[in-house]
């Protein structure tokens, strides 16, 4: 069986927010791994840790301490603008609700990332159309999010984030303002879409039927990595790593 290959790796990272008496050690040493094709939830308490995890993966905070490996590249080393320019090629970003502009309609909204890359507007727009007819919002490209379902704006925000073809697509409680049948078509959506654009998914959630979605998860705890678990039953690309890590 092929070994899944490692596309994101963080290494002893450590973040502390303030200083003496009031710091707080957000994380407090992660080591773990992002591999290519693989849905990868990240579980936990409130304040565990699992936003600053996803914020330093995708390069929106800065560690205090640690590296995270992105194709062999130290992207807490990067200058900002080359990371910003990585944010914007190789990352898509999916959060929980508000994330869409009131004002644009639903094509120009998934188009965005295209045109703040140099896209011009009529080839960005024909591929976020194409994009938002897969996710099954077709016919709805002029909607504004305002005259949208929950479960039809988090769709543009998927067809948002995937819009680029990204390696890595983050998602932060992406169900966390929907009532649990959306949240589960939106999941549904979000885990075939990521793996059928070949790019790797880590979703932030606390709730387990979110993680379920998804082919591996870690929980975390007091800013620590404290467990892991494969999905007994899922037959993606992360299986690879299943092999690998089951011992
Ligand atoms: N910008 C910040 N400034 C100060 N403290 C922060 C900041 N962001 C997060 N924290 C603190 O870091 C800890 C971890 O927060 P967070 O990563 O958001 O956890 P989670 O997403 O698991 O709820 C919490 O104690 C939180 O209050
Ligand atoms: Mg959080």
Same mark, same amino acid.
């Given at each position: ?9 963080? &290494? %002893? ?7 003496? $008496? *009031?710091?707080? +050690? ?9 591999? %290519? ?8 308490? @409130? ?6 995890? =996803? +914020? ?7 560690? *205090? ?15 900002? %603008?080359? &990371?910003?320019?990585?944010? /914007? ?39 976020? @159309? ?7 919002? !077709?016919?709805?490209?002029? /909607? &504004?999010?305002?005259?949208? @379902?929950?479960?039809? #704006? ?41 793996? !059928?654009?070949?790019? #790797? =998914?880590?979703?932030?959630? +606390?709730?387990?039927?979110? #993680? ?6 870690? *929980? ?25 890590? $089951?011992?």
């Amino acid at each position: 069986m092929q070994t899944a290959q490692p596309v994101l790796t963080a &290494r %002893a990272l450590t973040k502390v927010y303030g200083s003496d $008496a *009031t710091a707080t +050690h957000a994380l407090a040493g992660v080591d773990t791994t992002v591999f %290519a094709g693989e849905s990868l939830a990240v579980m936990g308490p @409130s304040g565990s840790g699992k936003t600053t995890l =996803l +914020h330093c993966l995708a390069g929106i905070v800065r560690p *205090t301490s640690g590296a995270v490996m992105w194709r062999g590249t130290d992207i807490v080393a990067m200058r900002d %603008a080359q &990371r910003t320019a990585l944010r /914007r090629t190789d990352f898509g970003f999916v959060f929980q609700s508000g994330q869409l502009l009131p004002e644009l309609p639903a094509v120009e909204n998934a188009a965005l990332p295209l045109m703040l890359a140099g896209m011009p507007r009529a080839e960005a727009t024909a591929r976020a @159309s194409d994009v938002l007819a897969r996710l099954g919002l !077709a016919g709805m490209d002029d /909607r &504004r999010p305002g005259e949208m @379902s929950g479960g039809q #704006a988090q769709r543009v925000a998927i067809a948002r984030a995937l819009v680029g073809s990204p390696g890595v697509v983050f998602a932060d409680e992406p169900t966390g303002a929907l009532d649990q049948s959306t949240g589960t078509e939106v999941m549904s959506i979000l885990t075939s879409a990521a793996e !059928a654009a070949g790019a #790797a =998914l880590v979703v932030v959630t +606390h709730d387990p039927g979110v #993680a379920r979605w998804c082919s591996r998860t870690i *929980t975390m705890r007091d800013g620590r990595v404290s467990g892991e678990f494969l999905a007994p039953d899922r037959s993606t690309p992360a299986s690879a790593a299943q092999t690998e890590d $089951a011992r």
